[in-house]
């Protein structure tokens, strides 16, 4: 009597599994912990998998290297960024104080805000990986101010457009004097800051 020989398994199928969305925020956390502790250029993929618990080969089967990962980190932060904001607003905060609130635990962290800033001026040159998320988050930025608890409108001697760049600007340099007098109150700063600029003149009443 033949034995019957049995049917072959379908091959299977490679490519994404279910978990795959999951598993690659994990490891863009990871990406973004190691850029935030090391920088950009000093982080290795082999310190960013050994943080999400994979292999150095298992994670470039997710990504393809820094260069993809950076910009889905950074996306990522960004939306850490929004759920925080939007927290805080239901606290019903004074408008002024919101992106101070929102940039608490950054400053809290001298070494990510040296790798952050490293990393902005690293992000001017056209040909890096971050220049268009940080060009395109200068334009996000004007949107949230324009629609937000503190709306930033044109005045008299201003666009709009313009009190943003003021806005990103000091932002920047506040951390930066953050840096060499942690001391000062930055963010305090920043929120009087953002009190000036999003005030508008008192309107003149018409002559009787």
Known sequence: MTTPVPAESPPRRRGPSASTPARRAEI????LASFAEHGYE???LR???GRAGLTHAALLRHFSGKDELL???LAQREAHEEDV???IMTAELPGAQILSEVLAAEFSDPEYQRNWMGLTVAATNPDHPAHDFFVGRRERMRTRFSDGPLPISD?????ADEKVTLVLAM???????A???PSRDALGLLTHFMRMVAAQPPVEEAAP
């Open 28 to 31: 863009v956390d990871a990406a």
């Open 42 to 44: 000093r982080a290795s």
């Open 47 to 49: 310190d960013i998998a």
């Open 71 to 73: 910009p889905a980190a």
């Open 85 to 87: 904001a939007a927290q």
């Open 155 to 159: 005045s008299e001697h201003l666009t």
């Open 171 to 177: 932002v920047d340099g506040l951390r930066i004097q």
């Open 179 to 181: 840096l060499l007098d």
